[in-house]
């Protein structure tokens, strides 16, 4: 996937500003494609200039002139060709988990503390997701939600990442814990 797909998709939510585009990537999008705002600004200008992407300006009267993008006909044909490529199998790759596997060759407190970070950086990722799930809803149950609303693919997503964080959260409790009650770990 190149991120030209993940701003795409981010962009089906409607008109985006540039500032708004990193906003909803720091939130939503950034659980599954990372990038930086300067990256964003720079791919919004290669879509927009590739036609995939048009973009308008907005004069304010107390702001800078704002440009709002919105996904073109042929950027709603490039996410079709995108959706029907096949898809390469996902891998992990974590600094955490490295230094999990060199655990009995270090102090483990180190680690110990690493998973308590990682473990309460995650609770607050699944927190957000909450809260974000819940705006999206409305006063639906999830239930309604899927089955009425117009746009359901960040939901889904949302609630791949709240899973994903709520699993980061186990695994370091768990992984702590183990480690905690170790009463000799052999440096």
Known sequence: MALKHAVLA??????????QLAKAFDVGVA???HALPQQLYAELTCLERDGLISGRDVVQDTRPTKRLFTVTDPGHAELQRFTEASTKPSFMRDDLVVMVHAVDGVDPDTVIAQLDERARFAAA?????????????????EEAFLAESDRIGPYLTCLRGRTFEKENVAWCERTAAILRSRSTIHV
């Open 10 to 19: 981010a962009l089906l939510t409607g008109e985006l500003s540039g500032y």
């Open 31 to 33: 659980n599954f494609w």
């Open 125 to 141: 990722k699944v927190e957000l997701f909450d809260g974000l799930l819940a705006r999206m809803r409305g006063d639906r149950s």
